[in-house]
């Protein structure tokens, strides 16, 4: 599989069998280019407009927006977890659904805009996974304090920060991806995509920091 990042929270993550998954469209949001990408599934953590904007994705993709069990292609499992956009049980800004993905052998979760850390029964539905998106920038989600508390909890092989301050969101009140980076103790070049199966996901690095599509 290829993962590629746009920015914010949007991933699209390329199978081996040609089908794309994406994760949370913005649509026009802050300066990021606009956006014209084709999605055979597409799944949005919660309903705002910079995380569901669907009319960025052409063709008729499958959408998946609720918690649970989903097989929307062959050999592909997506699992929605319902959980908080916030830390006061959702009051302050609703719910969010964190999806974990198996295909290809591989166990991969995008924590949406998650608000607070996992409960014990939230731990055990994520599961081991092999590569997690987690938001790292505040304000709106996980600071980078929780962030990293977050990976120490759930210990993944691989972590991608996202949702942070770049070039194309200096106005959006987040901050940069620069404190997680620290607290993870490791500084590694981003790289502008990500190829990555079962047999090469031990050669990744522990924290991979993704360049934005341009």
């Given at each position: ?38 999605a ?5 953590s919660h ?19 609720e ?11 997506i ?31 995008h ?8 409960d014990?029964?939230?731990?055990t ?83 991979l ?6």
């Amino acid at each position: 599989m290829i993962l590629r990042y746009y920015g914010h929270a949007l991933f699209t993550n390329t199978l081996n069998s040609g089908k794309t998954i994406l994760t949370d469209p913005y649509g026009r949001f802050c300066r990021y280019p606009r956006r014209d990408l084709k999605a055979d599934i597409v799944t949005i953590s919660h309903h705002h407009y910079d995380h569901d904007a669907l009319e960025m994705v052409a063709g008729r993709p499958i959408v998946i927006d609720e918690a649970g069990y989903n097989l929307p292609a062959d050999e592909v499992i997506i699992t929605g977890i319902s959980t908080y956009h916030d830390n006061h049980q959702g009051t302050r800004r609703g719910k969010n659904i964190i999806f974990t993905y198996e295909a290809e052998g591989l166990r991969i979760a995008h924590m949406g805009d998650l608000g607070h850390l996992p409960d014990e029964a939230q731990q055990t539905a994520i599961g081991q996974l092999d590569i997690m998106m987690i938001p790292v920038g505040g304000t709106y989600t996980l600071n980078a304090q929780r962030a990293y508390q977050c990976v120490e909890l759930l210990k993944p092989r691989v972590t991608i920060p996202m949702h942070y301050q770049t070039r194309f969101s200096e106005d959006l009140g987040i901050a940069k991806e620069t404190e997680f980076v620290q607290l993870m103790g490791t500084c590694p070049e981003p790289v502008m995509q990500c190829e990555v199966s079962k047999d090469t996901i031990g050669a990744l690095p522990r924290l991979l920091l993704m360049d934005i599509q341009e």
